[in-house]
């Protein structure tokens, strides 16, 4: 094997020992200590291989090669946090695959074997996960404009600490410009079974599922578990708990696999062994093929949770959160990723991606590229998560190729993706 492949696997199990889990994940939950180590990492290797390392004000960090001076950046990379007890390979391994493909673009340039048009930066998202602020996606949204830069930073996480609190305590509240992008690229594992189960190591990811959220606050009245008789109860949990049914239920009235639901967070008040729950804070997350989907579903589940307020007597307020419409990945792109497969003997197919990634608000103002690799059983944020090293070098090994091309100026005269329903 390469050096550059051996480097490549020793950086990224290295970098999995940072903030491990008992059973192979990774704890590095944005703006904590472990994932603040975990980006001293990612400057120490940049400035290493001659990297000029910038932050900016949301704590996006920036690896620079500057080889044309004053030209527009090549972006490349994914996001170091993880989910509470996450996988190792969720972003982390964008991240690295990126670095790697940037040194080794550099090397070529030294050499004088390439000359590019674009200078190039390898990029690690602030808080691409939202389990700790949401919404996620926080960081390449505010960088495209897609989020306000001073909301963000007061966004508090249920401690009370702010996004500028956590940056300043791991020292990424920059206040460094970004550098100018004029296209990007991403490596990402797949989380789901599609390649798996096709038993194709390289997915060129065509479209983004439509997505939103649901922030569902229920208002019932704190009493005596005890002391008070059950007619006189205004339970908010119960109530909490016939709306997560019925978001879980929605789906069975769409065709199988077009659609998906959850609640993953719940906050109870007073969270008291003794008292009736006064009050629950719960978010819903609907995703669909389809916009109308998401829309119909949305419509049932107000109506729905509508019924459940009345028969119990108590207020429940539903608010749309995190929005995002469906994104289309360029077809010159895909094209990209299709011949870069071809001449590396890699077979390659097209996909969606039902997860959100720091590529869809990037595919709103550059042209962008979207790989996946594939997912060992389609697990992801949780410790099971696993991805094989051979898989993971097919991808480095595209993203090598595309990461090229781009700076060479190959999506120049491309638009940037579109939204659609
Ligand atoms: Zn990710």
Redesign the pocket.
Known sequence: MATTTLNFLADFHHVATIGATPDHGVERQAGTPEHGRAREWFRGWAEDHGMAVRVDAVGNTFALYEWVPGADFVLVG??LDSQPLGGRF??AYGVIAALHAAAEADARVQEGTFVPKHNLAVVDWFN??GARFPPSIMGSSVFTGAMDLETILATRDPQGTTVREALESIGCLGRDEPPRPVAYAEV?IEQGRILERERVPIGAVDRSWHTQKLLVHVQGEQSHTGATIMSDRHDALVAAARVVLLVEQVVAEFPPESIVSSVGQLFVEPNSPIVVPREVRLVADLRAERKEDVLTAREILLRRIQDVAAEREIRIDVADFDVREIQRFPEEGLELVEKSAREAGLESLRLRTM?G?DSVPLNRIVPTVMMFVPSVGGVSHCEREFTTDEDMLAGLAMLQQVVLKLAEGQLDDVRPGEATA
């Open positions: 994914s996001h969720d972003g691409e996960e990402h997860a990634h």
